[in-house]
């Protein structure tokens, strides 16, 4: 994953390693006003002593004695230390150096911050600012995701009970279209009130279907109604029973789910997406 931030007018590449966000600090170096290095703020001691810090709290395998040698020269005039030499050294992790296309010395975002700071106070306060817009943006495409995966995934389960129970090998295509039609209006129905078709004549003007402008509430009941209306199928239920036990289950699940916290933090992240085409 390669993201962008711009602070002040800066792009600024962010990058997952191990699972973890790294945002470039060769990026943000353009920011600093004058010609400076990576190096010059790693030849400072309380930057060193900070690293090392964030190393022994993240990193089980630090080099405590390599550490302890390096900041016993820190700050020194003579004193020079290269990204490359103190990651080789001390087998830290806070700081990683990255080949291709996204090339450069990538931090930690802790350690970035602090950079940032050595930047300017304020160049730190708008590069945290970003960061934080960016996660948000982020967990508002994981909302969404979640919200149409969940439809999708007890789809097969409900489509191949269908198969088994309700379609002879004699139809043809079309009819067989037509049935699973017929089936997912059953949990429209039970779930919205309306079958596809009448959404969409009251809906004209939107792209999509009934499921892309529903909420997680309702995408979470909706999966649950798949798997059990793929049960009463099974079951040789016939589809005016299995609609008339599936809406009353919609209504007690609506009723529990709206009121459910964690459902409303979901729905919170989610934000308004745009339907899926």
């Known amino acids: 994953m390669n993201n962008k931030l711009i602070v002040h007018g800066t792009e600024i590449a962010v990058t997952t390693i191990d699972d973890k966000d790294y945002i470039s600090l ?35 395998d630090f080099n405590y004695g390599e550490f302890a040698a390096i900041r016993s020269q820190a700050g020194l005039n003579s004193y020079k ?14 700081l990683r150096a990255k080949a291709g296309r996204y090339g450069g010395t990538y931090a930690y975002k802790d350690i970035a911050f602090e950079f940032g700071m050595w930047i300017s106070p304020e160049f730190k306060i708008y590069l945290i600012k970003e960061f934080e817009r960016l996660k948000a ?20 389960i409900h489509t191949d009970a269908i198969k088994e129970n ?9 009819q067989v279209s037509m049935v699973y039609a017929s089936e997912a209006d059953v949990l429209n129905m039970a779930l919205f009130g309306m079958t596809a078709k009448q959404w969409r004549d009251s809906h004209p003007d939107l792209k999509g279907n009934i499921r892309d402008y529903a909420n997680v509430s309702q995408l979470v009941c909706l999966s649950n109604l798949e798997n059990l209306n793929a049960v ?12 008339a036990k599936l809406n009353a289950i919609a209504i007690s699940q609506m009723e529990i789910l709206t009121q459910d916290h964690r459902i409303e933090a979901l729905e919170a992240h989610s934000g308004e997406l745009p339907p899926v085409e």
Do not use: C
């Not at 309700?166 to 079309?174: C, H, Q, V, W």
């Open 26 to 60: 060769t990026d943000m170096l353009k920011a600093k006003d004058g010609d400076f290095f990576i190096s010059d703020w790693l030849r400072n001691r309380n930057t060193v002593e900070f690293l090392g810090i964030w190393e022994q709290i993240h990193n089980p």
């Open 81 to 94: 230390l290269s990204v490359k030499e103190w990651v080789e050294k001390t087998r830290a992790i806070g």
């Open 137 to 156: 943006e982020e967990m508002k495409q994981l909302g969404w995701d979640i919200k149409r995966n969940l439809a999708k995934i007890n789809y097969r």
């Open 166 to 174: 309700l379609i002879p090998p004699e139809l043809s295509a079309k």
């Open 232 to 243: 009463f199928i099974n079951e040789g239920m016939s589809q005016a029973e299995r609609l």
